[in-house]
């Protein structure tokens, strides 16, 4: 199955049940403003945070490149819900499989390398952020995020399992009283994460319905 139909299909299901279907509207079912360009926003100013770009503290710190990986994930899934509404609300109304050839194509028609420095690296974000903000459109949007993984040291296979993993980790936690404050997120001294990290890391080839069932297994035990 295509890798890219397969996060667009995920991301439409923990859409449809977190946001209520129809979100595309812009609005939850409980009402709350949807803005992804907001999210994406907010999740890039958090993935420059992965950078000891401050003069005055840490000047001697590293980057932290494994969470550099996770905030681009997080961006992916905002990016995708993007291409999600606006393939339904704005005209193109492609089939998922007609939408996921057509992201492929702008993915295999990238060439760019990995920036030499992290503040080079640190550019490339807040060009990313620029286009975001003018003169959108999404299908140079889709393009920049990508150019900007590579660019990152983010490859398309890893991008995929770690969507894999936060997405079924969402669901799980939205199916497990998430929004309503009861869910546990540190398992035996382990922030959730974490264990569905070590999972993957033990099982590259698991599908979405295997860890799923894992990490049930697992919360069942705590």
Excluded at 9 to 31: C, F, P, R, Y
Excluded at 201 to 219: A, C
Aim: aromatic share 12%.
């Amino acid at each position: 199955m295509n890798k890219i139909y397969t996060m667009l299909k995920l991301q439409q299901e923990l859409n449809d049940n977190t946001n209520g279907v129809g979100w595309e509207d812009g609005k939850t079912k409980q009402g709350k403003i949807i803005d992804w360009k907001r999210c994406i926003f907010i999740e890039s100013a958090e993935l420059i945070d992965s950078y000891p770009w401050k003069h005055w503290k840490g000047i001697n710190a590293n980057v932290d490149y494994e969470n550099v990986k996770i905030e681009l994930v997080d961006i992916w899934h905002f990016v995708m819900s993007e291409m999600l509404r606006v393939n339904k609300k704005e005209g193109q109304n492609l089939s998922l499989e007609e939408l996921a050839k057509k992201t492929q194509k702008i993915i295999d028609s990238i060439d760019v390398k990995r920036e030499s420095n992290y503040y080079k690296e640190i550019e490339s974000i807040e060009s990313f952020i620029k286009e975001l903000f003018c003169n959108f459109n999404l299908d140079n949007f889709i393009r920049s995020f990508f150019e900007l993984c590579a660019k990152l040291g983010l490859g398309f296979d890893e991008l995929y399992k770690l969507y894999i993993g936060k997405n079924i980790l969402n669901q799980f936690r939205q199916d497990n009283g998430y929004k309503e404050g009861t869910y546990i997120k540190v398992w035996n001294g382990k922030e959730d994460n974490v264990v569905m990290q070590e999972i993957l890391d033990s099982n590259p080839s698991i599908t979405p319905d295997e860890l799923y069932n894992k990490l049930k297994l697992l919360y069942k035990s705590l």
